[in-house]
């Protein structure tokens, strides 16, 4: 059975949907759907700081989802590779 890349473990968090303008009643609600969407937008924020550390972290150690080769030292052979 296949292991599940980094990426499908941890997926990138979605921000949340912005209310429609018609979806505020304007009576001054406290809070207004609006207040609830900018909070819920902070909150995602943090969430995403958060993820994008995990993968810097993850790919300066090689794990696994890491885009491309890893790189070599300049002046080091490549080891040889088996018959």
Not at 5 to 10: E, G
Not at 57 to 62: H, N, Q
Request: contains cysteine.
């Amino acid at each position: 059975m296949p292991v599940p890349s980094r990426s499908d473990d941890d997926p990138r968090p979605e921000p949340p949907e912005r209310p429609a303008n018609d979806d505020c009643c304007h009576c001054g609600c406290d809070p207004c759907i609006f207040d609830l969407y900018n909070e819920a937008l902070e909150r995602w924020r943090v969430e995403l700081a958060a993820w994008e550390a995990r993968r810097a972290a993850d790919d300066s150690r090689g794990k696994p989802g890491k885009p491309g080769k890893p790189r070599r030292r300049a002046g080091r052979k490549a080891p040889p590779k088996p018959p």
